[in-house]
């Protein structure tokens, strides 16, 4: 099993819906999980983190379930500049990352 | 500006040849890391800096040798690569090691071996 996974979509939505991923870890031992998000053949770029409680940052929210081992990303009211490559990262003493889920936001 | 910089953005070398790659942190960071992406697979963990003393190696053939002579500066020194280590390589860097806090990326290194 791979240590963290994504669906790797991709999922192509309209303008202004919403769209969910989530993203599962094998190490139950994992203490930070983060969301980057990542454009066509460009860097990772720091999200958001997830925290225990979840949280929000305008049109993204964030959840953490250590139960199931999985964190999720909401994204609403999507905009064609959403499109990009999401990715989860996760771990212990270092993060791990899933291969990214890739959004198309269409007009 | 990204604060974590890193040269050349673009490599061609043969498969004889011996190149470095640079990493520069402008971000007053401890630690510092060295990623792999390859196409269509997740970013690998290849090596991990704290206070320029390295702290972890994730089996990585020793083709592959890095050098942190300072908090702020990193090296990859490549040497007889093969075509498949052909990927972006990617530097990041965090106030400390451990996943605390996020890491910041810098715009990687993408290198073709031929």
């Known amino acids: 099993r791979k240590e963290v996974e994504q669906d790797p979509g991709p999922f192509n939505v309209p303008e202004g819906a919403t769209v969910a991923f989530n993203c599962t870890y094998s190490n139950s031992a994992s203490q930070s999980f983060f969301w980057y998000r990542q454009d066509c053949r460009k860097e990772p770029k720091l999200l958001m983190s997830?925290?225990?409680s979840g949280n929000e940052d305008g049109r993204f929210t964030a959840q953490l379930n250590r139960a199931s081992q999985y964190i999720s990303l909401l994204i609403r009211d999507s905009k064609l500049s959403d499109s990009a490559t999401y990715l989860c990262g996760t771990g212990r003493r270092a993060l791990t990352f899933g291969s990214g889920t890739r959004l198309q936001v269409q007009p | 500006e990204t604060g974590v910089t890193q040269t050349p953005r673009h490599l061609v070398m043969g498969m004889t040849n011996k190149k470095s790659l640079k990493c520069e942190q402008h971000l007053g960071h401890n630690a510092m890391y060295w990623y792999k992406q390859s196409a269509k697979k997740p970013l690998e963990l290849m090596f991990v800096y704290s206070l320029e003393e390295r702290v972890e190696n994730n089996s990585v053939p020793s083709r592959f040798s890095p050098e942190c002579p300072n908090s702020s500066h990193l090296f990859l020194h490549l040497h007889t690569l093969q075509p498949e280590d052909s990927a972006l390589y990617l530097c990041?860097?965090?106030?400390?090691?451990?996943?605390?806090?996020?890491?910041?990326f810098g715009s990687g290194t993408r290198l073709t071996v031929v």
């Open positions: 990041a860097s965090s106030r400390q090691t451990g996943t605390d806090y996020g890491y910041t």
């Open positions: 997830v925290y225990s």
